[in-house]
């Protein structure tokens, strides 16, 4: 038994022994706990302040509006810039714009105006950020581990989606909103002091493009032009487009949820958050263990996230919408993890930082058209209006890209072009 646990640990926790990932892994683990916190807590001073869903919207519209606009250009300086010392710079800028939030909101002088200036100045970060980190990743572990470096990132994340809303409820309702700011700003450090200790040398690096600016947009052009040329990254991009517009807006779907239709107050909004991200925590373990990255497994993910968000929305039990979003979570992060491993594993080093780039232009940047969208539809349908949009959008995904992954099949495609694994 005992060499059956250590097998499957040891399995599921490889990317772990890479002392460069380790260090990444644990600032990562801090870091994004303090994201949720913030995320948490500025969604529910927005609708403090103004009882609106629609503004709920404007806020998701607001911070992902810099990478609709900019967010091609941040893969350019992904690939052009050495990339710790990229995130290192960042990451102090995200430490930097946290801690003024979590100053006016302890000032009692903020209002939404200020929320949304800050969550726009968090955008703009990541529009480097993004592409940065995601191509980073490849460098700490090499393509070999790739697949379960990305679901551990997943797990770090959800991890943090269970404790970060209920750390935040908790706090809202004894201390209040500054606090959840105040933390998120000290755990940035964290993230830095790991980039500092990882030692350059062990790093997996790639070929760099040039240097020079007049190339910036051929650079550009390039990374475009891969995609376009590649079916199944542009197949996985585009379903991406439709689930993040509609599907991934929990930042409004759970305030409101929460508010409006259960009526649970703030500890009411972070068990759900929390039981979302313990789905997802489940299925990013599961993702780990697997170590591999195929179309059913990220179809399947789609179609699971489609019809427990369906379902979740049209429920009036506080445990029951739990137990629906648990199962949301886990289709979510099934899907998510094997969309960004199989597009990673598909593009070569020295695109990966635009080909990221790309990804998160339409997997963030459809956020401001699909935030404003949700929110009208909440506006005037409550949440299950909304969740039942943004789940059915999923269903219809997944349905399309098993029909293109048919009729790749039923010509041979996989075998011909040297495709991804379509079973």
């Not at 260090?23 to 807590?41: E, I, M, P, Y």
């Not at 959840?180 to 790093?203: D, H, K, M, Q, T």
């Not at 990221?356 to 409550?382: C, D, H, K, N, R």
């Amino acid at each position: 038994m005992s060499l059956s646990v250590r097998t499957l640990t040891g399995r599921t926790f490889q990317a772990l022994g890479t002392r460069n990932y380790r260090l990444f892994f644990a600032g990562q683990a801090v870091s994004v706990t303090g994201t949720w916190l913030q995320s948490t807590a500025q969604a529910w001073l927005i609708l403090q302040l103004t009882h609106s869903p629609l503004m709920l919207g404007l806020l998701v519209t607001i911070q992902f509006l810099p990478v609709s606009v900019a967010g091609l250009a941040g893969g350019v300086i992904a690939d052009r810039l050495p990339r710790r010392r990229l995130l290192i710079g960042t990451q102090s800028a995200f430490a930097l714009a946290a801690a003024i939030l979590a100053g006016l909101t302890w000032a009692g002088v903020t209002q939404p105006a200020e929320v949304f200036l800050i969550v726009f100045v968090f955008g703009a970060i990541n529009v480097v950020d993004g592409p940065a980190r995601q191509a980073f990743v490849t460098e700490l572990v090499g393509p070999a581990q790739l697949p379960n470096a990305v679901a551990l990132n997943s797990l770090v994340f959800n991890g943090a989606r269970v404790v970060g809303p209920a750390m935040a409820g908790i706090l809202i309702a004894l201390v209040g909103v500054p606090i959840c700011f105040g933390l998120n700003a000290v755990s940035y450090l964290a993230v830095i002091a790991g980039l500092w200790l990882v030692r350059p040398a062990e790093l997996h690096r790639t070929r760099r493009p040039s240097d020079r600016a007049q190339g910036a947009l051929r650079e550009l052009r390039e990374g475009l032009a891969f995609v376009w040329h590649t079916p199944e990254i542009g197949l996985a991009i585009g379903l991406m487009g439709v689930v993040s517009t509609l599907a991934l807006n929990f930042t409004i779907f759970l305030p409101t949820l929460a508010r409006s239709t259960l009526h649970a107050g703030a500890g009411g909004f972070g068990l759900l958050s929390a039981a979302l991200g313990l789905g997802a925590l489940a299925a990013a373990l599961g993702v780990a263990y697997l170590g591999r990255a195929s179309w059913p497994w990220l179809l399947g993910g789609c179609a699971v996230l489609g019809g427990f968000l369906v379902a979740a929305g049209q429920v009036h039990s506080l445990a029951l919408a739990m137990l629906l979003l648990m199962g949301a979570g886990a289709g979510m992060i099934t899907y998510t993890s094997m969309t960004n491993s199989l597009i990673q594993l598909r593009t070569p080093g020295h695109l990966r930082g635009r080909v990221m780039s790309i990804y998160l232009w339409i997997f963030l940047g459809t956020a401001p058209l699909g935030g404003l969208g949700v929110g009208a539809v909440e506006q005037v349908g409550g949440a299950s209006a909304g969740m039942a949009l943004g789940g059915l959008a999923a269903l219809l995904a997944a349905a399309l890209g098993a029909i293109v992954l048919w009729r790749w099949a039923s010509v041979g495609y996989e075998r011909s072009r040297g495709g991804l694994p379509i079973a």
